[in-house]
């Protein structure tokens, strides 16, 4: 079974930056598309980044194009969300994600279906 678990999160003020961190058992972690989500208070959860098995391709959510950097190390099974310039929309809980499906054909359509292994989420908050 997939565990994942995040790390990295805190509070900052706006215009700082935050490294979270993604770190999965199991095996063929290379072989899947990896995505981080966020949830904020009282609205429903969305997407913010992927990247895909290659490496190759990323996607953002339009909101933190330019200001996050989605990367991944699969020799050592994580995966990372730089994110600077932040904002206080920015503040939720994280949660890193795995695709249900190896070697997906990456699109800049990715959803929360896509993704069968969840962490448990870590918070940011961003203050004013």
């Known amino acids: 079974q997939v565990q994942l678990v995040e790390s990295g999160g805190g509070l900052v003020q706006a215009g700082d930056s935050l490294r979270l961190s993604c770190a999965g058992s199991g095996r063929s972690f290379s072989d899947y598309a990896m995505g981080w989500f966020r949830q904020a208070p009282r609205k429903d959860r969305e997407f913010v980044a992927v990247?895909?098995?290659?490496?190759?391709?990323?996607y953002y959510l339009d909101s933190v194009k330019g200001r996050f950097t989605i990367s991944r190390d699969n020799a050592g099974n994580t995966v990372s969300l730089q994110m600077n310039s932040l904002k206080p929309e920015d503040t939720a809980v994280y949660y890193c994600?795995?695709?249900?499906?190896?070697?997906?054909?990456?699109?800049?359509?990715?959803?929360?279906?896509?993704?069968?292994?969840w962490g448990q989420g870590t918070q940011v908050t961003v203050s004013s």
């Open positions: 990247i895909d098995w290659s490496a190759y391709n990323t």
């Open positions: 994600a795995k695709d249900l499906i190896p070697f997906r054909t990456p699109s800049d359509d990715y959803r929360e279906t896509d993704f069968g292994s």
